[in-house]
Nanobody, 127 residues
């Protein structure tokens, strides 16, 4: 079992930066792929970024590539999402997600491939 808790959301002006953190508990997280998703009002949940258990490989949605950076601290069960040059279109509830470890194979952008989810943290970008 894995429990995920997000933090770091808030209100920021366009062009600003925020860092989201996901604190995980449970042995499965250590060997699991993990990622970030977001959901804006009236829209479906969409993929943002994913990372392997070792941090050696990452995957980004085209809409955030070059602006967002996903990382994880293997020994501390923490995964971060550094968000730079934020746009109003980035406004959403951001969710941390994890597959059930151990995980191998390609990184997934489909939310149905993830087994554990956090409660979400709101990010609002004003224009």
């Amino acid at each position: 079992q894995v429990q995920l808790v997000e933090s770091g959301g808030g209100l920021v002006q366009a062009g600003g930066s925020l860092t989201l953190s996901c604190a995980a508990s449970g042995r499965d997280f250590i060997s699991a792929y993990a990622g970030w998703f977001r959901q804006a009002p009236g829209k479906e949940r969409e993929f943002v970024a994913a990372i392997t258990w070792s941090g050696s490989a990452t995957l980004y949605a085209d809409s955030v590539k070059g602006r967002f950076t996903i990382s994880r601290v293997y020994s501390e069960n923490i995964m971060d999402l550094q968000m730079n040059n934020l746009e109003p279109e980035d406004t959403a509830v951001y969710y941390c997600a994890s597959e059930k470890g151990p995980t191998m194979g390609p990184l997934l952008s489909d939310p149905s491939g993830y087994d554990y989810w956090g409660q979400g943290t709101q990010v609002t970008v004003s224009s």
